[in-house]
Structure formats: C-alpha cells, structure tokens
C-alpha cells in the first residue's frame, strides 16, 4: 500500500513551507507564493497584488500568459507536442529560418536552457579547432564574474568560484580574464586557444556592459589566433537590450551566439546559432538532445521572435529604458546613502548599492517586494531590473513610486 497516496499528499494544501520540506535546497525563494500572472502583474497565494520587475529573470519579456503565445501555443497543443529528431517539424524549420534571417547566422541548433546552449556552443567550438587545426588548440578563455550555465562544464568556463567549490576536477584547459580588460585578454588569447566566450553584457555578475573596444579587441584577438568568439546572448538576447541582440548594438560579430531565457517567454529553450562554415563541424550524431527543437518549444519561440523583432517594438524598448534610467538617476541622487549611478543597457539595468550599503542589495528587494514591487539582484551589491519589454509608462511610474517608498523605508530601518 502506498502510504503516501493514503495521506492525501498531492491534495493537501501546499505553502512557502512546503519548499523547505520536500524541495532539494538549492534556492531560497520569497515568502509569497504566486499562483497567478497576467503582463507584469503576479497574484500570491493570498490574492496579493505585485508589480513584477524580474520577468523571471529576463524570461517573459512579453508578459505572463501573453494572448499572442498563448493562443499559438493552445493551437499547437492540440496539433503535434513531441516526435523526436529521428523526424523534423514545421515549427522548428520556422523558427530556424526566422533566426537565420535575423542575425549573421546561417545555421540554428536548438536545445532546453541557456547552459545546454553555451554547452553546445564551447563542444563546437572545440571540434572546429581540433579538426582545422589539431589537437593541442583546445583551451577557452572566459571572463572573471560572468555567469555562462551550471553544468559541470559551463559553471568552470563561468567566472565565479563560488559556484565550482566542492565540484572539482574541474574540466582543464579554461582560463579567465578580467572583464573589460585588454591587456589581460591579450595576454590569454594565444594559439591554443579554440574559443573566448563572453557576454556583452555580464547579467548574473552585476550587470557591467562590456566595453565597444573590449569586444573589439576580442574579435581582432580571436581573428589573430584562430580562435571562435562565442557571445552568450542567454540574458541580453531576443531584445532585452534594444536590439534583437546586443552584438548588433556593440557593432562585433561573433562567430557563435547563444540564447535561451526570453526566447520562449517562460517556455524552456535554447539556441545556438553559427555560420555555415563552423556548423559543418558538427555532423550527424555529434551532438543532440531529446526535446531540442520540439515543437511546442519551437512554435512559443517564434512567436517571441515575430513579436519582438520589430523596429517599432525595439524603439519602445529603447524608449522605455530611458525612462526607468532617468527615475533611477534620480532615486540615485535623492537617496545617495543608499545607491550609486544605475548602469545597464535597454531594460537590463543594475543599480548598485552606495558604499554603505553594500551588500544589502537582497534586503532592500525584500522591503519592496513587501510594498507590490518584485524585483532581482546581480550579485550581493546590485539592485536589478528586467521588467517585460511590454512594460507601460503608467508601470514604469509606479515601479518608481515603490522604488522611493522602499527606499525611505529600507533608510530608517
Ligand atoms: C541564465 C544564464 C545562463 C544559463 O541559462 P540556464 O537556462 O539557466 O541554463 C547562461 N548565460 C547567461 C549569460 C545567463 O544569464
């Protein structure tokens, strides 16, 4: 007899609680527990109303339960879910050639999470050297504070230690560099090296735009020395920094790119796009995973993609980021104890904690979130904001409105 179906297990009521009873303990969420979203609001299990500047972290960039998605995925629901890569499907050829289309890419591989995405991005990259130029070109020069995924291989290549204590032997053959650091990347691009990954923007490490020159000099270093540039897009990716990718903000091509997060709204996927001549070094067999390119995930993508790359679209992006930076600013110079100068790009914006504050990042959220506004952190020093691109100037004045209230309130305590 099963003990557990006689308790009723699954139809007793389940609460914050809950979490720490039957949860593997890798997170700490919030106290409230949200059962209900529409755009940028979220309801709590006690019909509380919050303001929700997180997107999930930089996921439902077109709002919860957009109308557009939600109609095109409840039409693929009842069309065809899964069938495998034994056989392709018309949403993933769309999808595929919308992608291609839109950036420098030729060629798509899809799979479930940003990880997977740089995961297949760094093994590509490795094949290409091995084969064009032996097998002593295998290292891979990454950045100090960045953040590229949690699998064994993605969390070495990413640059926070914190994250790799206590799961070594690490994979060999990674070396970091300082962020923005020329002289640094100069000295680690040699001609071992088969790829530099790198975010044109560091989200989880405090949000820090990489410099134009930077990302230059990696491309020239690259160019040098044989070596792929791999840009992870998973945080800046389909939009969220004004463009459809901040490569093509930052005027630098790389060679590959990776993107998950937004790309299905809340719906797990990820890409990694490349050009026809370095996609050939992965062949039949080389690579794969079960659900990539499946056609529920495939057909939400689109959809994101059909929606966001649209000029008029992108501009309100741009439109609205100057809005939320210029009440940050300001917050940043009313409340100087407490903030520094916001930092960012499009709707991916950081606002550091003053000098006294440090640290303090998570309890500030904290106070706002207990006033309707949910927001995120990079880091323990960093104040984060990733609203929907959807976002609404009457929103944007009333994160504002919370932002100031918390403040005061976060100042006497
Ligand atoms: C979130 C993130 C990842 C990891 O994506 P998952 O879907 O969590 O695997 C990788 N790179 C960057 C830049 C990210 O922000």
């Not at 500047?53 to 629901?77: K, Y």
């Not at 890409?271 to 659900?291: C, D, K, P, W």
């Not at 409340?335 to 100068?341: D, E, R, S």
């Amino acid at each position: 007899m099963n003990a557990k179906l006689e308790s009723g297990v699954t139809t007793r009521p389940v609460t914050r609680q809950t979490f720490d009873e039957v949860l593997v303990p890798t997170y700490a969420p919030a106290a409230m527990v949200p059962v209900r979203a529409a755009g940028l609001d979220v309801w709590d299990q006690d019909g509380k109303h919050y303001l929700d500047f997180t997107s999930g972290i930089a996921v439902s960039s077109l709002g919860h339960c957009n109308p557009v998605l939600v109609d095109a995925m409840t039409r693929q629901i009842n069309t065809l879910w899964h069938l495998g890569n034994g056989y392709t499907n018309e949403p993933v050829l769309r999808l595929a050639s919308a992608l291609t289309e839109a950036t420098f890419a030729d060629r798509a591989f899809f799979c479930n999470s940003g990880a997977e995405a740089n995961e297949a991005a760094l093994k590509l990259a490795r094949k290409y050297a091995h084969t064009k130029f032996g097998s002593h070109k295998s290292r891979i020069v990454s950045c100090y504070s960045s953040f590229h995924g949690r699998t064994l291989f993605t969390v070495s290549v990413g640059g926070q230690s914190k994250y790799t204590e206590g799961f070594e032997p690490l994979p060999p053959e990674i070396n970091h560099i300082n962020y923005n650091d020329i002289e640094s990347a100069r000295a680690a691009i040699k001609d071992d090296v088969a790829a530099v990954i790198v975010e044109p923007i560091q989200g989880e490490g405090g949000v820090i735009p990489g410099d134009v020159a930077f990302l230059k000099a990696l491309r020239e270093l690259c160019d040098q020395t044989g070596a792929l540039l791999v840009f992870d897009e998973v945080q800046s990716g389909v939009g969220r920094t004004g463009a459809l990718y901040d490569y093509m903000n930052v005027g630098v091509t790389p060679d590959i790119l990776t993107s998950a997060k937004a790309l299905g709204n809340g719906y797990p996927i990820g890409a990694m796009l490349t050009t026809e001549e370095i996609a050939q070094h992965f062949n039949v067999g080389s690579h794969g995973t079960t659900y990539g390119g499946n056609p529920l995930a495939t057909t939400v993508a689109l959809n994101v993609v059909e929606q966001i790359n649209q000029p008029a679209f992108l501009a309100r992006v741009r439109e609205a980021s100057a809005k939320v930076f210029a009440n940050l600013e300001k917050l940043a110079a009313d409340y100087p104890q407490l903030f520094a100068k916001p930092r960012g790009k499009g709707l991916l914006i950081g606002l550091p904690m003053a000098d006294g504050t440090k640290g303090k990042a998570k309890d500030y959220t904290k106070v706002a979130e207990k006033l309707g506004l949910m927001l995120l952190i990079a880091g323990p020093d960093v104040v984060r904001l990733a609203p929907a691109l959807i976002v609404s100037d009457e929103q944007i004045a009333e994160a504002d409105r919370i932002m100031r209230a918390a403040a005061d309130e976060f100042a006497a305590a």
